[in-house]
């Protein structure tokens, strides 16, 4: 099993819509939670951390649930400049160690259009 | 400050050859990796380093080796490429390796082999 799974996409959406993301992570030993974004043929770059308390930035909002161990990403009012790829991404670390490794899921697309 | 620089951008090499791809940093980050990035796939960890002088393997480090003889340099070489080395790689670095920290990815070595 994948050590992250997320929504296979793409998602075509116009502007002003609401639009939800998912993914699963198997390891429940997994500490940190990001989502990254990633514009077409460009590197990817951090768009938020996800708390266990729920955290928003501006139209963006996460939310994580360790029981079930799913992340999801929230965008409302979408915008043209919102289309690209967004990543799901897990921190865990080795055993008995700080250090450790992040994992990537594979992304979904999500293209806004006018 | 120029954040994650890579060279070179694009390359195309033929079975069996070897190359060095470059990868620097200017914020005396302690942490840096390489990744690759297959259509379809998350992106995976290739070779990671937590200082100079101290690297380990990733996910899928076969045919790729790596060193960190400074802080700011961590190249990654493919000793003796295939066509399933056709990838895009990106290297990234960060404060510190705790789970924390943002990554900061390079712009990306778009890399054909024949």
């Known amino acids: 099993r994948k050590e992250v799974e997320q929504d296979p996409g793409p998602f075509n959406v116009p502007e002003g819509a609401t639009v939800a993301f998912n993914c699963t992570y198997s390891?429940?030993?997994?500490?940190?939670f990001f989502w990254y974004r990633q514009d077409c043929r460009k590197e990817p770059k951090l768009l938020m951390s996800?708390?266990?308390s729920g955290n928003e930035d501006g139209r963006f909002t996460a939310q994580l649930n360790r029981a079930s161990q799913y992340i999801s990403l929230l965008i409302r009012d979408s915008k043209l400049s919102d289309s690209a790829t967004y990543l799901c991404?897990?921190?865990?670390?080795?055993?008995?160690?700080?250090?450790?490794?992040?994992?990537f899921g594979r992304g979904t697309q999500l293209t806004v259009w006018p | 400050n120029a954040g994650v620089t890579q060279t070179p951008k694009f390359q195309v090499l033929k079975t069996g050859q070897s190359m060095t791809l470059q990868c620097a940093q200017d914020?005396?980050?302690?942490?840096m990796s390489w990744y690759r990035q297959d259509p379809g796939m998350g992106l995976r960890l290739i070779h990671y380093s937590v200082g100079a002088g101290i690297t380990d393997q990733g996910e899928v480090p076969n045919g790729y080796n790596v060193s960190r003889s400074t802080t700011e340099d961590f190249p990654l070489r493919l000793l003796s490429a295939a066509p399933s080395q056709t990838s895009v790689y990106f290297c990234?670095?960060?404060?510190?390796?705790?789970?924390?920290?943002?990554?900061?990815f390079g712009p990306g070595t778009r890399l054909t082999v024949l």
């Open positions: 390891n429940s030993a997994s500490q940190s």
């Open positions: 914020m005396n980050h302690e942490y």
């Open positions: 996800v708390y266990s």
């Open positions: 991404v897990v921190f865990r670390a080795d055993r008995g160690s700080t250090l450790g490794r992040l994992y």
């Open positions: 990234a670095s960060s404060y510190s390796y705790t789970g924390t920290d943002t990554q900061y």
